[in-house]
């Protein structure tokens, strides 16, 4: 802003002195060379008062008297030359081929030429000159300092008003504004402390409704585990069990996806990947979405190498797999298939299915917030925050084809277990059918629980 400020007017002064200067110059180089002619005029006049004195008392024409003329001008060289009768009269230096002269005639017949030598008339104009060129600097000297206070005077409340921004958007502005003399900048800051004013506010009523939601739902969740941990231990059913060992670790992410809703406006720092057993997390999926599908009639196919290991968090990473299953079921169609391509430095999960694709149109904003299909009664923000919590974790969410819709997950790729047999790594691949029940862990209800969708579920 300085900057700006005084090369404006710099720029500004500088065309004042040219379009001002030039002409003013011009003419008063001009009125300098008036004076010398008058001056010599007047040097003319005075010859002829004296000559005609002397040839009235008929006395002839002195040349000393003439001299005394020619140094009687203090500030000025001339040259007097009087002609009379023939004969010429002259004192002084004479002049070169160009020069300033002025003629006059006298009352008896004698013609006098004053003559200002080029070297004078130069001399002149030389001065003038200077006199021009320091009032031309010495105005472009005033509009400088005039720009340095004007932009000092702007830019200074601009940087307190960006110092204050700043303050506000970290939480830190506590003090009054002080008056900064304009008004504008006066008037911005103080919209600015209203409305951080107003921000503060909000954000204090979000974080008092984050709170009591948190205890809310809290609450309602324990007992629910509480009573699945009943039943569990009691019963002798050895489906009832299985079903509620799954709605066991379905509350466990749903607790946690509350949790990190909670607190992930108050955390200042990204979560820390770490190594992720995919084919766990797939297992479980295939677990809880195949009574879903068998219930709609289509099936979910699921291939995962035996040793699947990635860099990321197991609880966004179900989330995301949850969602792109779910997506694959209400607006699919057909087989859904969800494979995985693994190398040395990454993994790709691809779940299609063949139904009738997404429309190109729609295609191209699919990850944005709020977008939705026209027959869809969601809300637009599974695939947005999908691709959030991907990219999160240093991966990506890609729509890779429209017809039939392909999604693909890349992750980076975690050294796997090298202790599998040479039959193991020849049939890397395994196909998991609808309900497979693997040897899981125990379950925890650690930070690293999973964090999917819940879906209420039937017994078989």
């Known amino acids: ?36 002619i008058s001056r010599a005029t007047d040097i003319a006049d005075e ?13 002839p024409i002195d040349e000393i008297a003439l001299q005394q003329i020619v140094d009687s001008q203090s500030d000025l060289t001339v040259y007097i030359e009087v002609t009379y009768q023939g004969s010429t009269y002259s004192a ?68 307190r008003l960006t110092r204050r921004a700043e303050e506000l958007g970290s939480g830190r502005a506590r003090g009054q504004w002080r008056p900064s003399g304009i008004a504008e900048i006066d008037t911005v800051a103080e919209e600015l402390a209203r409305s951080g004013a107003m921000l503060t506010e909000r954000l204090e009523a979000e974080s ?42 379905q509350i466990d992410r749903l607790t946690e996806v509350v949790h990190d809703l909670i ?30 599908f068998r219930a709609a009639g289509r099936e979910l196919r699921i291939q995962v190498p035996r ?10 990473l179900t989330q995301v797999i949850a969602t792109l299953v779910e997506n694959s079921l209400a607006h699919g169609g057909g087989r859904t298939q969800v494979k995985v391509r693994r190398n040395a430095k990454s993994t790709v999960v691809e779940v299609s299915d063949e139904g009738p694709g997404i429309d190109p149109a729609l295609g191209k904003c699919v990850f944005e917030r709020a977008i939705s299909g026209r027959s869809s009664s969601g809300t637009g923000v599974g695939l947005a925050l999908a691709r959030t919590l991907v990219e999160d974790d240093g991966g990506r969410l890609e729509l890779l084809n429209e017809r039939p819709a392909t999604f693909g ?18 049939d890397a691949f395994s196909s998991l059918p609808q309900g497979a029940v693997l040897p899981r862990r125990r379950r925890g209800r650690g930070p690293h629980a999973g964090a999917g969708i819940t879906r209420r579920r039937s017994a078989p």
């Open 409 to 426: 997950v890349f992750l980076i790729s975690a050294p796997g277990d090298e202790s599998a047999s040479a039959d193991d790594r020849h």
């Open 307 to 316: 040793s699947a290991a990635v860099w990321g968090s197991s609880g966004p």
């Open 92 to 159: 002084g230096d004479p002049p070169g081929d160009t020069s300033t002269f002025a003629s006059l005639g006298g009352s008896y017949g004698q013609l006098i030429v004053v003559a200002v030598p080029e070297a004078e008339v130069r001399a002149h104009t030389a001065s003038a000159a200077v006199l021009i060129a320091v009032v031309g600097l010495s105005a472009i000297s005033i509009g400088v300092s005039v720009a340095l206070w004007q932009a000092q005077r702007i830019a200074a409340p601009l940087a």
């Open 1 to 36: 802003m300085r900057a700006r400020v005084l090369q404006a007017t710099v720029i500004t002064v500088l065309l004042a002195v040219l379009l001002l200067g030039i002409p003013l110059a011009s003419a008063w180089l001009g009125q300098v060379q008036q004076n010398l």
């Open 208 to 249: 008092r409704l984050a709170s009591d939601a948190s205890h809310q739902l809290r609450t309602p969740l324990t007992a629910l585990s509480m009573r699945l941990d009943e039943i569990l231990a009691t019963s002798s059913e050895e489906w009832v069990r299985e079903e509620a060992r799954i709605s066991l670790e």
């Open 263 to 292: 607190n992930a406006p108050r955390s200042s720092q990204r979560r820390t990947p770490g190594v992720v057993d995919l084919r766990s997390v797939l297992t479980q999926q295939s677990e809880e979405w195949s009574p879903a």
């Open 47 to 59: 010859v002829r008062v004296a000559t005609d004195r002397r040839l009235q008392a008929d006395r």
